[in-house]
């Protein structure tokens, strides 16, 4: 069975488990990779992630960037999960880390909703295989809150979002399902068998790109100076700005990304703009997949995804997206590949590694977390050895009292400690001649035998 075939099982493993009436909900974990939610989330990467496994790829879960990562990292997988422009000091982190040589970013664009995806294919199911409808209702009901949670995060931002590489264009329309491609990654796909859609795509920066889109990103009134970047947060801003270009598609209110498109595209004239090539699109020349290469890059590149039906676990239950994720698969690394997601750019640490990692930070980081964990297993054996009874305190059995033969326990117990012979036997004669009366018996003058030691502290009255 080869790497494409198990990965396919285990992907349909997968869609059983998660399978409606299993799940009492269906949690988003969108782009997540690790830990038992995001195996169970149909918009998680954790199928991906074990494909790069199973490769011999080494891989990690990437929370900031730091000089340490850029050092350790030779390969990211970006799911965000928003729609808004990535801040600067974000972007200039990559920027470097690229420049590095020999690197690979992997930027999955958002606009697809893997969940809305799971409840159509569950509505369909329960179509052709029950005559209760119920199921069906409420399996579309939840695709349409998942599309309407879609639509909330795109609506948030402009039509087109522009970073320093390239610009996505999310101009409203119906998603739609691909079904014609073409690029050097469509002559082992059949596109009438995938499940591929697209809305949002990116676009490369060229003249025509460029000429267009620069008056729509230039929010700054004629007349006026510049608008400061801690514009919003002084609320130092006219409610309303005349949109030079005159484009009706643009509200004239200004939103907090507009300042950092502003910014990013005004430094793009100063800069070098990458190229760009599709690896897979539509017939129309929409990417699906694209590469982006720089100079001052070196080796290293940027493959753009227009979103995760390629990569996410319920779209890797299908086989010809599931060969689409292995072409994306043998772009990255070897090693290093660091999987990051989240609905907001991850810190940027500067300095060192021992001022980046504060407080319980500095146990993750090397030689501390190997130390630490030795620490944590020898801190449960002094448990257990310090504290061998667990759970809640037991009583012990109370002894009787009321029980005589007791009582001649320890009045025997007494007369043994005296080590007096004769007061031992002058007792049993006391008992016999006063309590059972019996002052002919044998026991009664069992004293008189014996000659008490004139040493004893006992004396006979």
Known sequence: MNRIAMTQFFAMCWLVTIMPGCQPAMNNNYGLCEGP?????????????????ADGRSTLVVKSFSPRAMERLKGIVWTPDSFEPH??????????????????????????????????????QFLNTESDFANVLSARERRGQELTELDRKRSAVRSQVAT?????????????????????WSKEIDPAKARLFLRSYPVGYDDSVLKKIGPLLDWEP????????????????????????????????WQPSDVVMRDTF??????????????????????????????SWGNSRVILLSNSSMVSNISLTNLE?????????????????????????????????SEQQKGFEMLTVWPLNVISIHALFLGILVLLAVFPIFG????????????????????????FKSRDKFYALATIA????????????????????????????????
């Open 392 to 415: 809640r305190s037991k009583k012990l059995p109370v002894t009787s009292t009321r029980e005589f033969g007791q009582h001649i326990q320890a009045v025997g117990g007494l007369l």
């Open 266 to 295: 005004k430094a793009l004239s100063n800069s070098e703009v990458p190229s760009m090539e599709n690896l897979l699109a539509t017939m129309d020349d929409r990417p699906l997949v694209a590469e982006l290469k720089k100079s």
């Open 222 to 253: 004629p007349g006026s100076s510049a608008i400061p970047a801690n514009a919003f947060r002084t609320g130092n801003i006219p409610k309303t700005i005349v949109n030079p270009a005159g484009n009706p598609d643009y509200e004239s209110q």
């Open 37 to 53: 939610e995001a195996r169970r989330s149909p918009a998680s990467l954790s199928i991906f992630r074990n494909m790069c496994i």
């Open 430 to 461: 006391d008992y016999f001649r006063n309590v059972r009366k019996e002052p002919t018996s044998v026991w009664a003058n069992v004293d008189s035998t014996v000659t008490q030691d004139p040493q004893s502290p006992f004396k006979q009255v």
């Open 321 to 353: 997206n599931l060969i689409i994720a292995k072409n994306v698969l043998q772009t990255l690394p070897k090693q290093g590949i660091g999987f990051l997601a989240g609905n907001m750019d991850p810190t940027v640490n500067s300095g060192d590694g």
């Open 87 to 124: 801040q600067p000091e974000t972007m200039a982190w990559l920027e470097r880390w690229l420049a590095t040589g020999e690197r690979t970013l992997v930027y999955v664009g958002r606009d697809f909703s893997p969940t809305a995806e799971y409840w159509s294919q569950s509505a369909d």
């Open 164 to 184: 320093p590489w390239f610009m996505f264009d999310h101009t409203e329309g119906q998603e739609e399902q691909v079904d014609a491609l073409k690029g050097p």
